[in-house]
């Protein structure tokens, strides 16, 4: 069993993914500005308040960790239309060296489907509202996976598609080969069985697949 950070681990896929582990046996350091208010108790879940940007904040969080997950996200709000959107790269850039310095080689990031080479595979007439709505945020993505694949880690880069909230586990496809690729559903709550399942499968390392329906 590991010990994992959750970086992001206060909403969405991040909270599905801290439960998610507790629940299979993992500990969890899960870490967000607002870990505080996570509403959940358990032995092997430590809640830590901090800012992924911070140096300070994620060299503390990394102290006795096997593997790092980030699920990091930005309000959908109108700055997400006029930017600027750093947090994933600025994220990124922060994490790598301290994890080099920390000895800790594996690492899960959630990024989406459009961001990197994967952006190739949206249809064209989708790709004009793509680029108005999320451009910044997956341009910003794109960094983020640039920075993780020239890394010496063991990464694995997630890519869901739009994600929505049902309980159901197993209903979904890891599409790994580039030809493959396409946009459709997956829930949050099967984003994070995906990545509970990469501490102890490496299958996918040095990949990006994308999870739809
Ligand atoms: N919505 C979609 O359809 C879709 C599709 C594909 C991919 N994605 C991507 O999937 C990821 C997760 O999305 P989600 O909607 O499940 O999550 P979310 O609800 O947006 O949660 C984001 C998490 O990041 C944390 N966070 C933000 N800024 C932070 C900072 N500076 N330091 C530490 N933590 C920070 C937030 O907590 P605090 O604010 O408390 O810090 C929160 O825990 C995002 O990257 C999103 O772009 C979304």
Redesign the pocket.
Known sequence: MATVLI??????????TTKLAIERGHSVVA?????D?IALQHARLKKLV?????ID?VRRALTGVDAVM???????NARMLTGPID??ST?TATLLPLMKDAGIRRLIS??????GESGSRIPPLQRLGFDLV?GR??SD?GIQEKMIKQSALEWTIV??????NTRKVGRYRVLVSPQDWRNGI?S?SD?ADFLVKQLTDDTCLKQAPVLVR
């Open positions: 970086m992001g681990a206060s909403s969405g896929i991040g909270l599905a870490f967000a500005r607002s870990a208010r901090g800012d992924a940007r911070q904040d980030q699920t990091l996200g930005v309000p959908a947090l994933f994220a959630v990024t989406g489907f459009g961001a999320f945020a997956y993505k890519r869901p598609g739009v994600l929505i997956v949050r984003v």
